[in-house]
């Protein structure tokens, strides 16, 4: 088993920069591959980020590449996602998720935990 908890998650305007941050408690944090989902009122969960083991190989949506950056420190064990350039489109609840195998990082099924969600709204 493996808890995580999201922060960070606030109020900003377009343009504006938030990092998010997921600590990670029970198991091996690097034994995981990590990454960030976010789900926006009346739309399907959606892939953000994602970061491998000890974070060497990191993946983004096509939406968020060039603006977000996701990164892990393992000593800590915890996952960030620094959000720069921030559009209204990017509101939505971001959630980290916790893969024990990775079988397409991309896909939030190969993903065994979830933590609750940090909401993010950025206003125009």
């Known amino acids: 088993q493996v808890q995580l908890v999201e922060s960070g998650g606030g109020l900003v305007q377009a343009g504006d920069s938030l990092r998010l941050s997921c600590v990670a408690s029970?198991?091996?944090?690097?034994?995981?591959?990590m990454g960030w989902f976010r789900q926006a009122p009346g739309k399907e969960r959606e892939f953000v980020a994602a970061?491998?083991?000890?974070?060497?190989?990191?993946y983004y949506a096509d939406s968020v590449k060039g603006r977000f950056t996701i990164s892990r420190d393992n000593a800590k064990t915890t996952m960030y996602l620094q959000m720069n350039s921030l559009k209204p489109e990017d509101t939505a609840v971001y959630y980290c998720?916790?893969?024990?195998?990775?079988?397409?990082?991309?896909?939030?099924?190969?993903?065994?935990?979830w933590g609750q969600g940090t909401q993010v709204t950025v206003s125009s």
């Open positions: 029970g198991r091996t944090f690097s034994s995981f591959y």
């Open positions: 970061v491998s083991w000890g974070g060497g190989a990191t």
């Open positions: 998720a916790a893969a024990s195998t990775v079988g397409g990082a991309t896909k939030s099924y190969v993903y065994d935990y």
